[in-house]
């Protein structure tokens, strides 16, 4: 698994069109919850191509944590800036994609229920975050990062993920959920 999460990340490093600033991971280096998202962000088409995909965490733990220390996960071709959403409210309109660490239950049902149809890349902790309707799901607290995929709700999204990261994630987890 390592080494899939490790090709991701070198191949996001290595598209012209959505290289990332963040250091690629090499065979022996430890997969981060930046890593992955960076490259799931640079994969990731949306409806309207932009300059600045606006990348929101909400609620707390390891990997928002990550994030927030990046600051920005973008190329010279599209910057991604990470900031925190001050209320899951504030994310409906301020945000392109959305990291969702730990949060209540509802808090986080109520959130990917407002994001249906919309074209806002949902990456959250845990595979209940899947079940629930999350597109991607992390799990930060493996020796490696590994994380699942939602098919379902990438479709609803609008959104276009290459399929290359949809064969890794099925891969790594065994199945998509």
């Known amino acids: 698994m390592a080494v899939l999460l490790w090709a991701l990340a070198g191949a996001a490093a290595a598209d012209d069109a959505a290289a990332t600033r963040v250091p690629a991971a090499t065979p022996d280096s430890r997969v981060t919850v930046t890593t992955?998202?960076?490259?799931?962000?640079?994969?990731?088409?949306?409806?309207?191509?932009?300059?600045?995909?606006?990348l929101c965490t909400i609620g707390e733990g390891r990997g928002v944590d990550e994030l927030l220390a990046v600051a920005d996960l973008g190329s010279t071709q599209q910057s991604v800036p990470v900031h925190a959403a001050g209320r899951a409210?504030?994310?409906?309109?301020?945000?392109?994609?959305?990291?969702?660490?730990?949060?209540?239950?509802?808090?986080?049902r109520k959130l990917l229920q407002s994001m249906v149809g919309r074209p806002v890349l949902m990456i959250g902790e845990g595979p209940e975050f899947c079940a629930d309707g999350g597109m991607f799901c992390l799990q930060p607290g493996a020796a490696e990062v590994g994380f699942a995929v939602n098919l379902d709700a990438v479709a609803r999204s609008g959104l276009r993920v290459n399929p290359r990261v949809l064969r890794m994630?099925?891969?790594a987890t065994g199945s998509t959920q």
């Open 89 to 108: 409210a504030d994310a409906l309109n301020e945000c392109d994609a959305i990291y969702v660490g730990a949060l209540a239950i509802n808090a986080a």
């Open 169 to 171: 994630a099925r891969h």
């Open 36 to 54: 992955v998202v960076a490259g799931i962000v640079s994969y990731t088409r949306w409806p309207a191509e932009t300059r600045s995909i606006r």
